[in-house]
């Protein structure tokens, strides 16, 4: 079995990705990985060439900052990636620069990529999703943030990274368009990997999250909507959340340095729950049930 690794990246040292972190965290389960590196302000460059295995193949790419239509720009660049994989391999395991794989997970992933190698109606396997907020010693505790997504997929390239590149579906042809990217194809039959993805994108000191904020909105939004909506402050108000509860567990160990250069302070109470009736039901309804009402799912789960 062989398993390619790809991702993307541009200004992390800019915007303090942990993508040296994210990449070093799948090279166990992979073969090869391939770094997608965008043309950046910083160092970004020399960041990835400075890791230490010669599994990584870097592409450089120029990034469109014309393409503004629901992050569409994201996707077109995450496919640069993924159509560089070698085309011998199996499986794809796709990690955003600031996601990361447990290390206690990789033997659970290994064999839930062999199990389904040959079963061809498996298209990709979901992973749970542990979303930190404000600190890494929080982790965010409603609805409003996505709970699974695929990130192992086949090295099929009727496979592309849809709409913002959160997740994948599959076309009939090799070359959808633009609208298509945001609006069709067929969602993935897909098995539970039996792991979870480690997400640190909103764990920054406050003025780099605004920054980085400021610049991402911009991918979504067109200029009209930027000057009007993006608030002009220096800092990302961590206090704004609907509900957060503490992180008792252990960290991906590549983690570690990162998490004790933590240079701001964040706390949270965590019986506050700043949530709207309808939200507070649905809560109620899945703490007791696991079924999350209205959940949107990008995938089959079979």
């Known amino acids: ?18 993508v040296v972190e994210s990449i070093c965290s799948i090279l166990p389960l992979c073969d090869e990985v391939i770094v997608g590196v965008g043309n950046s302000e910083d160092s970004t460059l020399e960041l990835i060439r400075n890791i230490q295995s010669p599994k ?13 239509k ?6 077109k660049e995450t496919n640069k990636a993924f159509d560089a994989v070698s ?4 499986w794809v395991i796709y990690i955003q620069a600031d996601e990361l794989i447990h290390e206690k997970d ?5 064999a839930s990529m062999q199990q389904w190698k040959d079963a061809e109606k498996v298209e990709g396997l979901l992973f ?8 890494y010693a929080f982790l965010e505790d409603s609805r409003l943030w996505y709970r699974r997504e695929i990130r192992i997929i086949r090295n099929d390239k009727h496979i592309r990274s849809f709409r913002d590149a959160q997740g994948f579906r599959i076309y009939n042809h090799l070359h959808p368009t633009d ?6 194809g067929h969602k993935l039959s897909v098995k539970h990997s039996g792991a979870s993805i480690y997400h640190y994108g909103w764990v920054k000191n406050p003025i780099v999250q605004q920054n980085k904020r400021s610049t991402f909105y911009k991918l979504w939004h067109e200029k009209d909507s930027v000057e009007k909506n993006l608030k002009d402050t220096s800092e990302y108000d961590y206090t704004v959340v609907c509900a957060l509860k ?3 567990d252990a960290h991906p160990a590549v983690m570690l340095d990162r998490i004790k250069k933590q240079d701001w302070k964040f706390d949270f109470d965590t019986n506050k729950k700043n949530l709207s009736p309808r939200e507070s039901i649905v809560r109620f309804i899945e703490l007791k049930t696991g079924w999350r009402p209205g959940e949107y799912k990008n995938y089959k789960l079979i």
């Open 246 to 248: 503490k992180f008792d």
């Open 179 to 184: 609208d298509e990217l945001l609006n069709g």
């Open 1 to 18: 079995m062989k398993v390619s690794g790809f991702t993307i990246i541009r200004n992390a040292v800019k915007y303090d990705f942990p």
């Open 70 to 75: 629901g992050g569409l720009l994201l996707a």
């Open 106 to 110: 990789i033997p659970v992933i290994k």
């Open 128 to 135: 749970e999703y542990k979303h930190f907020y404000g600190s």
């Open 87 to 90: 085309a011998d391999s199996d």
């Open 56 to 68: 990584i193949k870097i592409i450089e790419s120029i990034w469109d900052d014309s393409v503004r």
